[in-house]
């Protein structure tokens, strides 16, 4: 069973992002922080995104990000204040994909 709410999110979210014919795709996947993002092209500068809450082919309600939990976590369980700058290198590896909320049942 896929984990998206449908053929068109899951293509655009995952296969269309793997060609590398494709400059720019409309939906980003952050597996990290279960974040679903539109892509847009704003004067000519193509990563800027807007975080989505619904799917917008099939209009399934899509879950809630994970990037503030992602900081508590952290935080709590490893003492790391800054994972973007100064902490960086103490992140362990399970937080760099969907491991670390998914071994927590979020």
């Known amino acids: 069973m896929s984990k998206f709410c449908c053929d068109r999110m899951e293509y655009q979210a995952l296969e269309l992002k793997q060609d590398k014919k494709v ?56 003492g790391i204040e800054d994972p973007s700058d100064e902490d960086r290198d103490r992140v362990p590896t399970e937080f760099r994909t969907d491991e670390w909320w998914k071994k927590r049942g979020l």
């Open 23 to 78: 400059k720019n795709h409309s939906v980003v996947y952050d597996q990290c922080w279960r974040e679903y993002m539109m892509g847009f092209i704003y004067h000519e500068r193509p990563h800027l995104a807007c975080e989505i809450h619904s799917c917008p082919w099939c209009g399934t309600k899509l879950p809630s990000s994970l990037a503030d939990k992602w900081f508590e976590v952290l935080k709590e369980e490893y």
